[in-house]
């Protein structure tokens, strides 16, 4: 998705900083890139393609200034082209713009304003803004006011930075429906779209909330309502470090995250009385709506297994753009459950303002003052630190603890937060089977297919395996619950297709915890799989198990094993089994030679619906 950067220092150019918070938005996927520095003119590079080749490309000695703005484009209006890509500029170039979003009455905008003699240079929805600023500016209104009242004509999502040589010495930012922070630092301030732009500068962060405006200048930042009030609000301190969102030594942020995995849980784990509190709060619960998107859907998912199995609350799970369809059911007595790691995923947001007061709403989620985090009626935080690779990983296990620890507090089951404080040891072991997962990687990095397979809670698990292999290898894979491939799925099977089983050891049958209403049932899941697995080896399929170490009759059953120590029980594996095959989809796209931070077609944060 498109991402802002933006800043007023006091005394330093701004061309090689702003480079530097447009290069921390990589993440977010792109297809283009440009800068804007304000002297006494506007001087403007842009291109598509990689920032490396673009900031290879650009004489920096050229940018004076130490005002500017900065954009990566995921083009939604108009291929990705140079001419496409942001900051655009009015008629005299002497307004610049970037911007987030998409303005959905844009062609009668843009109609109404080459009617009055303004060019295009190009195909997007972002110029009519450019031109439409000018117009009013042209009708002798100052910067602010012509910007005011061009974002009053404007319908759909926008966050924007603004900045017109006519007034050398401002900076004019505003949102609606695509966040936007302003933060303040010993060089300046800065406005942009993601916390990890401007870690290197600031800490201090305000956040934008809806049709709010703000004008930075030498005396600092004044926030106003598109009424012109002024808007009276606090700086929040940032807890994430600039280290946090580096590399860390390692090829891509995919790996680092995937390793630092451990540690995420530890520091979720922490969170369990703020849990408890919140679970204090909301009050009765009859009925759970889970709602997410990708990855965080899959967590959803377990979720429905635990609540459905362990408190026996029904439980529904609903991929976020499906919700507007379905939820007609809701009422006060329900719990709706936003994950979310960004907190700004369009469709997710669209579902929570839908609820409208309807039922209980509770958002789960990463990215602290997001658009979520202050619509939904309670908020927990997953506290995995910023996830840079576009697949999510730490934050899938983080979201998954709060989840876990939300069935805890609500069943009052402390059982479960201790099976959880087992988890990142665990992990770190499986963490260190690294070179067997490689070497599975070799083997199978040139099929064309994958089938993920497993039953009850290792079913999510199979889903998220599948989506992680193919969002950054492109090679296909599905998820299946095991017990579906008879009705279908089957008939893919012949020889050498690789068939990933997840079957992890059913509870004990005795088991102090008594977590699991019927220990027969899951000592069942289990062997079914099992049948499963026999059942595919038997038409040619190359069985990739994920079990028990001492799981003797899967492990002979299967051409490659990883194993997981067998006091992990089902219920629990989904934060542990997920892991080996994260690293899988990893290994093998890096040995495609694909990029595993930046998968093609796909962002970081979806704000588009
Ligand atoms: O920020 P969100 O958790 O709302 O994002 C949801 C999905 O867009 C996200 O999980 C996506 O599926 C990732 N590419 C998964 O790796």
Redesign the pocket.
Known sequence: MCGIAACILENDKAAPILLGCVKKLEYRGYDSVGIATLNSSIIVEKDEGKINDFEESLDLSKFQGRIGIGHVRWATHGPPTRENAHPHLDCDGKIAIVHNGIIENYMELKNELKSEGHNFASETDTEVIAHLIEKYKNRGHNLEEAVRRALIRLKGAYAIAVISSDEPDKIIGARKESPLIVAKGERGYFLASDIPAILDHARDVIFLDDNEMVIIDDTGARIKDLEGNIKKKEYKYIEWTPEMAEKGGYDYFMLKEIHEQPQVLRDTLREINTIQRVVDEIGEIKRICFV??????HAAFVGKYLFESILHIPTDVII?SEFQYTANALDKETLTIF???????A??LNALRAVNKKSKTLAIV??LGST?TREADHVIYTRAGPEIG????K??IS?LACIYMLAAAIGRKTEIVKDLRKLPDEMEKILEKEELIKEIARTYKNKSDFLFIGRGFSYPTALEGA??LK?ISYIHAEGYASGELKHGPIALIEKGVPVVAIAPPPLPLKTGAKIVKDEEEFRNSHSLTLSNVKEVKARGAEVIGLGAEDDEEFKKNTDKYISFNPSIREEISPLLYIIPLQLLAYHISVMKGEDPDH?RN?????TVV
């Not at 997410?292 to 859907?297: E, H, N, Q």
């Not at 994950?339 to 995923?345: A, N, P, R």
């Not at 796909?602 to 979806?606: F, I, P, Q, R």
């Open positions: 997410a998107c990708g990855t965080s859907y976020a994950i979310t790691q960004s907190g700004e995923t469709d997710t990463n990215v979520a576009v697949a999510a990983t934050t899938y979201q989506l992680k969002e998968p796909l962002a970081k944060c979806v």
